[in-house]
Every structure is written in C-alpha cells, then in structure tokens.
C-alpha cells in the first residue's frame, strides 16, 4: 500500500513514475523531503566556510548555518507550491558564497559592507524579476533557454562550475582527518550504494537510494575515523534571526559585481526549470518562467537580510528526480518544511554536519555527472553546422577557461572583470546568448522544432522503460 500514488491524475508524465502534481503517502513525504535534504551539499560546506574564513565565533557560525536553512526552505516552499510550482530545491549558490567571501576579505568594512551591498543588488534583481502580467524583464532570458543548444549547454555549464565542490571534497585535504584513503574509501562505498541501490533496488529502494549510499558511507568512515557528537551537545538550540548580524555598509561598485553574480543563478535556473518541465510534460511559460525567478530574488533579499546566500536550483536535488523516478512537487515541499525546522534548531543543523563531507560531495559528484550528461543528450538533438559550432565552443572554453586564470592575473584585474571570468555561467552563458542570437538567429523555428522532437523522445524513452 506505502507504493500506492495519491493522485487523481495520471501518475506517468514524461519520465516520472509519479508525476509533478502526484500526491505521496506520508512516509514517501518524509523520505523524499529528506533526501532531498541531504542532497544539498552546499548546505554542509558553504557556511562552515565561510565563518572560519572570518574567525567568526562558534555561535555565529552555526547562526550561518541555521539561517542559510531557513533561507533555502522558505524558497524550496514558494517554488513548490505557489510560484514556479515544479519540483524545485533551492539551495545556496555557490556564486553568492565566493562572492561574498572575496568581496568581504577585500573590503574595509568586511562582512558588513558585502552583505549591504549583497542586499541592494538583491532588492534590484527582485525589482527586475518582478512579473507583471506574465512578464517581466528576466523573463526576456527565458524565450533564448528554449533553444536546445542554450539550455544544454547552460546545463553543461553549471556543472562546471560547482564540479570544485564535488570530486575535490571528496578526496579532501592533507589536513583531513582521513586523507586520502578513508576519504576515498567512504565515498566510494557511498556511490556503490546509491547505484546498487538505482539499478537494482526496485522501486521502494530507488526513491531512498541516496539516503542508503549517505548512511552506508558514514558507516564506513566512523569504522576507521570515530565521529564525535560533542558539537551537537554543545550548540544552542534554536537559532534568532537578525537583521544585518555582521553590520551594515553599502558601495555602489560592489551593488554591481553583486548584480553580476546573481545573473548566473538566474539563468542557471532557468536551463533547470526548463529541463525539470520537458521531464514531466509541463508546459512551461515565460510569465511561469518568470515566477520562478522572482522565487529567487525574494530569496537573494532574505539572504542579504539576516545572513546567509542566495538560492539557486540545485543539480544533485535535479538528478534524485531522474534517479527516482518521483516528480512530485510535494517532494520537494516536504524539503522546505523540513529545512526551516532544521534551520530552526542548531543543535540538528550540527547533527547534520556528523555526516563526513567526503560522503556528501562522492553523492554529488555521482549526481552532478548525471545532470551534465543530460545536457550532453540535449545537445545530441542539436542539427549542428558551422554557425552553432562556433557559438557553442567559444561559449564553452570562455566559461571553462576562466577557471584556469592564474591569481596573479586575476588580482590584476577590476573585482567586475575577476567576478565574471570566475563565473562560467556569466561568461560562458553571456557568449553563448550573444552568439547564438547573432549568428544562428535565422532558424529559430527549426530549434523550437528540434526541441519539441528533444521533448517528445525523453517522454517516449521514459514510456518505454517502464
């Protein structure tokens, strides 16, 4: 009976087993908000970073921790159910952490002066997102991501740019308690365990698959390496939320590198929505395009407000939906709710943190890699020729080129110029739009036509597999 789909509509669309409006029985919320908890591997790493980067005192970092939850639940919950209305997890952009992270160690006025900028440049983005009567300004980007060159390669993209979170954390420091061979080990058992449990675990066993992996992996690691839970003894309990907790400070120069960073959370989400939609058969408008992005500047102003980072969909939460099989917008619903109560109380949020960062980041690498192939398949689709290879390689070696800048010659650059170098999905994304509109502008229907064939033979395999 636990299998049984809650719903009045066809469980099938596109891929899905249960489709986006899909209801769950209470143990598969539980289960799958979890998961999908779990997933967001930025949410262990970012604000831990971030305070010992600033000698912040132990409170403050876990009112890092709690407030970056709280953040991303808030928003999780808006896509969910009232504004984009997909299966979408919200968690911190990786953008806004470096961001925020440069900005405050080159600034006099430190943390105070980034996160008041970081709030003007929000309040700016939100202003711009902001739909009105199906559209908005942002909303302008979304007719360019139904072309299937661009969403693919903004897919493609984006993995590249948080792929420094994956393999490297894995593998870990010559500091890490267990370099490199725990590490390794632990993170392999869990990616053994998420693929086991994908490929040959069976329905009830693939929509847990990465809870599996996650627990056999921090079994592994606490056989060689003990883990201690006197942090979660010590921490407070609920966190109290304030308004500008590291001061307050504003530069118009850095409102502007800020509003550069928060375009690629913009885009980079945009290529999700759409990917998340042809998945299960949505249609997918421009002004719903747009709700989706004021979702994620009311996010970026929360951030700024209390402390903690902008919100961008995440990969890995957009693999578990592939690998599962489960659309359901209600999953992700269960994630926000959850994320706010864990949020809420730092002694969990500690909890958390027990699990190795090793075993998290060998998930998402396994997860990232599934969402970048995706963007490969889409890309399969692509009738190429002269025009749209030009346009599609330059983008994507002026995106991954940027990472490879030495720092010396980033230092001697203008902060504007390092941001956007830095941020493949601006520099890379930017090109592509650019090049894409000026050189293979011609056909725009052939590309639609392509893209409702790509769309037609995602359903039809998905069909076909069950």
């Not at 003007?120 to 908005?136: K, M, N, Q």
């Not at 007719?143 to 984006?158: D, K, Q, T, Y």
């Not at 056909?443 to 395999?461: L, M, N, Q, Y």
């Amino acid at each position: 009976m636990e299998e049984r789909i809650l719903s009045d509509q066809p469980a099938a669309q596109g891929v899905f087993d249960i489709g986006i409006n899909g209801r769950l029985t209470p143990s598969q919320f539980v289960l799958l908000g979890m998961q999908n908890v779990f997933g967001m591997t930025g949410m262990f790493v970012f604000p831990g970073i971030m305070g010992r980067a600033f000698n912040l005192p132990a409170d403050q970092i876990a009112y890092l921790y709690g407030m970056t939850f709280i953040v991303c639940g808030i928003i999780t919950i808006l896509q969910s159910v009232i504004l984009l209305r997909l299966p979408i997890a919200q968690g911190p952009y990786a953008g806004s952490f470096a961001a925020l992270l440069t900005v405050g160690h080159l600034q006099s006025g430190g943390l105070g002066v980034a996160y008041g900028s970081f709030f003007v440049a929000s309040l700016i983005w939100c202003v711009l997102s902001l739909p009105i009567r199906g559209w908005s300004v942002i909303g302008i980007f979304a007719r360019f991501l139904r072309v299937p060159i661009i969403s693919g390669m903004m897919v493609m993209l984006i993995m590249i740019q948080i792929a420094s979170v994956a393999l490297p954390n894995w593998i870990g420091q010559p500091t890490s308690p267990g370099f490199p061979t725990i590490n390794l080990l632990s993170g392999a058992v869990a990616v053994v365990g998420i693929v086991v449990a994908m490929l040959w675990g069976g329905r009830r066993f693939r929509r847990i698959a990465i809870l599996i992996g996650l627990a056999l992996g921090t079994l592994c690691y606490a056989l060689f390496s003990p883990i201690s839970l006197a942090p979660v003894v010590s921490a407070p309990l609920v966190v109290e939320p304030k308004l500008f907790p590291f001061g307050y400070g504003v530069r118009p120069d850095l409102v502007i590198v800020f509003l550069l960073v928060l375009i690629p959370a913009g885009m980079g989400s945009m290529a999700l929505y759409q990917t998340v939609a042809d998945w299960g058969g949505e249609k997918l408008t421009p002004g719903r395009m747009s709700e989706g992005i004021f979702g994620v500047g009311i996010g970026s102003v929360v951030a700024g407000l209390f402390g903690g980072f902008s919100t961008i969909v995440y990969p890995d939460n957009i693999g578990m939906l592939r690998t599962t099989r489960v659309g359901s917008r209600y999953a992700t619903l269960a994630a926000g709710l959850l994320l706010i109560v864990f949020g809420g109380c730092i002694k969990f949020d500690m909890l958390l943190v027990v699990v190795p960062l090793p075993v998290i980041s060998a998930a998402a690498t396994l997860l990232f890699g599934i969402v970048f192939m995706h963007g490969v398949h889409i890309l399969a689709q692509v009738e190429w020729d002269d025009r749209r290879l030009i346009a599609a390689g330059l983008a994507f070696l002026v995106g991954l080129g940027g990472l490879f800048l030495t720092p010396d010659a980033l230092h001697a650059m203008p902060l504007v110029l390092q941001m956007i170098l830095q941020q493949p999905v601006i520099s890379g994304g930017l090109t592509l739009v650019v090049l894409h509109s000026l050189l293979c502008s011609a056909a725009p229907a052939r590309e639609t036509a392509v893209a409702g064939a790509e769309a037609k033979a995602v359903i039809s395999g998905g069909r076909a597999r069950r």
